[in-house]
């Protein structure tokens, strides 16, 4: 049996602070690198959401960030019900936004981090009541969510 080499860095999830600097964090996407950059840390500070970052070594690789949320179900017609699903709402968690290095594209990192998101929604599911996880795709990135699982909402 082979062992890992002894230089091997794996990726690891931790929760957004001020002692990481996201300063110069680029992926394709300005918004989110703004959001990263900028928005974040206030964010979190004032309890809307939780950002969790994918280190490698000391390179931020990408990050998301989760809020809790709800799913309406929506009949036709407002006052029937549809079956199997006896509650007008669902609690869920949603993938507000999650975004990968520009340089670290197409290598899993991606995958990682819906994974890592679904994990803590399974936790989160352990103490509070929480059926669904949720995400605002951009629609260029519906594809991936999907080969992920997900599927479209109407
Ligand atoms: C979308 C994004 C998160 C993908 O990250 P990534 O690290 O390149 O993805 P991975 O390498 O983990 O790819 C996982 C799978 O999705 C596929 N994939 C990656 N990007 C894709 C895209 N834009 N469209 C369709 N499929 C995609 C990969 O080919 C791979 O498929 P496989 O399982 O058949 O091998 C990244 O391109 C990104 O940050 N884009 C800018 C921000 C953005 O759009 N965020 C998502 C909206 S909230």
Known sequence: MESEPFSAV????VPLTKRYDVISFTST????NDFLINDALDD???MICRTYLCCLGKSITGFFTIVADTIEVQAINENDSIDGYPYRKYP?????R????????RKGFGRFLVLAAIGLALSVSEIIGCRYLTVDSKPES???YERLGFRVVG
């Open 92 to 96: 869920s968690i949603k993938i507000a």
């Open 142 to 144: 519906m594809s991936f």
């Open 10 to 13: 794996k990726p690891s999830i």
């Open 29 to 32: 996407n300005a918004e989110l």
């Open 44 to 46: 979190q500070d004032e």
């Open 98 to 105: 999650l975004a990968v290095e520009e340089t670290c594209e």
